[in-house]
Each structure stands twice: as structure tokens, then as C-alpha cells.
């Protein structure tokens, strides 16, 4: 009995030394894929995402390429570093400091991004070298007070102020103190808004859906803005009703409008849409009810054809 157990014991061993051979010789070879078949070999499995087909050209900023202006903490005490303050506040904080002369709910700050420093967003260290200058809107020569009396007038809805008040030379120091080393006459990289170059007619419905998609999130659906929840004033700016601009603003131009988008909206992702979808988000804020044009006053505003700003 012990010389049979002895037998079976050495055909098993055997049986299972030749079957683990066996094995180890399939796994070099047959199961595992080489590094070559698995860099060329094509997936069964669908994408689940669609790669963009168009790409978005976003402009790099590079060191030096716009102009930096001064910083407010740097002023020394003087009087001249209070009425630079007192400007700054009448540009951020319009609603409160100019009241006055103010008809709607912006500020300065509303189009003037960054406290007017910011490229592409109409900065103030980009305009007041340029003036005094010739301007297609009141067809003449115009100092930049004279310049800054309109945007009270038309952008904030509401009446310019004499050229000799408070609200006009603070203004104006504030914005020559953010020029600071900026020569006079001299054209500035990212001065004014991005230029835009149309290559379809746009349209209003597909701006709807743009304005929808980039825009209701913050400015509302119906365009009206949203407001602080513990204070006053707006979080957001109206972009349409009767505390938005006038229909004589400079925004209410589609390709002005459309010039700012393009640099400046969504806010924190400039550059998100091209020059024509830009064109006809603006398309579609512009259909939208406004205050009137105050050079043609309301009868105007609403029996005439619409004309764009």
C-alpha cells in the first residue's frame, strides 16, 4: 500500500511541475501586451467628451507690455494725495460721493473696470493724455473735463456737472495721478476697449442664448442687475431698465458694447467669446428697454425708429 501512495505522489509531482512551466512560458509571450501594441492599438470605447474644434485666442500679458499705474498706498500725505483720494472714491463709490449729478444705479467703476486701471476696460491712464481732443459725438474739440460731464449725462443717466465743481476736479487729478509717467499724446497699449472684427451680420437670437448662457448668472434674465443683500447699491450692474445707461451712452453702441465684452466678459474670463458672438450678445442688449437719449428726449425715444447711441 505504501509503494502505491509512494507512485501517485511522484505522477502528481510531475503532472504539476510540467503545468507551472507551462504557465510562466504563456505569460511572457501570449496574455501581456507589449509597449508597442499598446501605444497602436485603437479603443472600442466612444469618447465620452467632444474636443473643442475651435480654439480661443487668449492674449498673453507680458511683463512691461501695459502700463502700470501708481499705487494708492505709495501717496505721502498731502493735499494734493487727498483730492487723488477723494477722486478715487467719486469713480469707485459714485452712487455716494456724486449723487447729485447720478440718474441711475452705476458707478464709474461699472464700465471702468479695476478702479480704471484695468487694460481694455477704458482705463483712465489711457484717456486724459489724449485730451484735449477732437470727438465725433458733440463734433468739436473737448477738454477731459468737458469728456467727463458726458459720461454723467449719458453712461450715468442723470445731469453733467459745471466744470468747476467739486465732483469734475477730483475727477480729473485722480485720473492724472493714474497717468503718472505717461507722456502726453501718446496712444497707450490698451487704451479703450478690444477691437472687433465682424465676419457675419449678428443675430439677436443667438445673442439671447449667449447672454443666457455667459451672462444671466450675475446680470439677471431680465438684465436688471443684482443688488447687495446688506447694503446699497449694486452687486452686479443693470445692464437694461431704468438703472442702466441711456440710450446716448457710448455702451449702447453695439460695437462699443461688444468691444468691452469681448476684453472684459464673463467677468474674471476676458476673451471667452469671439468678436461675433461678442456682436450679438450686444445685439440683444441693445433691443432692450433703457432710458431715453436726453438730446432727443422721450417723444422722440419712442415714436422714432431706433438708431444706434
Not at 227 to 251: E, I
Amino acid at each position: 500500500m505504501h509503494k502505491y501512495l509512494l507512485g501517485a505522489g511522484a505522477l502528481f509531482g510531475i503532472a504539476f511541475g510540467t503545468w507551472v512551466a507551462a504557465d510562466a512560458n504563456t505569460d511572457n509571450t501570449d496574455d501581456l501586451p507589449t509597449l508597442d501594441s499598446i501605444q497602436t492599438r485603437a479603443s472600442m470605447q466612444q469618447p465620452k467628451l467632444t474636443l473643442p474644434n475651435e480654439l480661443t485666442v487668449v492674449p498673453v500679458i507680458k511683463p512691461g507690455e501695459y502700463f502700470v499705474p501708481p499705487k494708492l498706498e505709495d501717496l505721502t500725505e498731502s493735499k494734493y494725495a487727498d483730492e487723488v483720494r477723494l477722486g478715487r472714491n467719486i469713480f469707485v463709490h459714485t452712487q455716494e460721493y456724486a449723487k447729485r449729478y447720478v440718474g441711475n444705479g452705476l458707478n464709474c467703476s461699472s464700465c471702468h473696470l479695476q478702479e480704471g486701471r484695468k487694460p481694455h476696460a477704458a482705463p483712465l491712464w489711457g484717456a486724459y493724455p489724449m485730451y484735449p481732443m477732437y470727438r465725433d459725438k458733440s463734433r468739436q474739440v473737448i477738454t477731459f473735463q468737458e469728456r467727463l460731464q458726458d459720461c454723467f449725462r449719458f453712461s450715468l443717466n442723470g445731469m453733467a456737472p459745471t466744470l468747476d465743481s467739486r465732483e469734475i476736479e477730483a475727477l480729473t487729478v485722480y485720473a492724472q495721478w493714474l497717468s503718472t509717467g505717461v507722456p502726453m499724446g501718446t496712444i497707450m497699449a490698451g487704451r479703450g476697449f478690444a477691437r472687433i472684427d465682424k465676419t457675419e451680420d449678428p443675430s439677436p437670437f443667438n445673442g439671447a442664448i449667449i447672454y443666457k448662457n455667459y451672462c444671466a448668472s450675475c446680470h439677471g434674465d431680465d438684465m436688471y442687475g443684482k443688488k447687495f443683500t446688506d447694503r446699497d447699491g449694486y452687486m452686479f450692474p443693470p445692464l437694461a431698465g431704468p438703472d442702466s445707461y441711456n440710450k446716448g451712452a457710448g455702451m449702447h453702441k453695439v460695437k462699443t458694447c461688444a468691444s468691452f465684452v469681448k476684453a472684459n466678459m464673463p467677468l474674471g474670463k476676458p476673451f471667452t467669446l469671439n468678436d461675433d458672438q461678442a456682436l450679438e450678445v450686444c445685439v440683444h442688449m441693445f433691443m432692450q428697454d433703457r432710458p431715453w437719449d436726453p438730446r432727443k428726449g422721450m417723444f422722440m425715444s419712442i415714436f422714432m425708429p431706433v438708431t444706434e447711441g
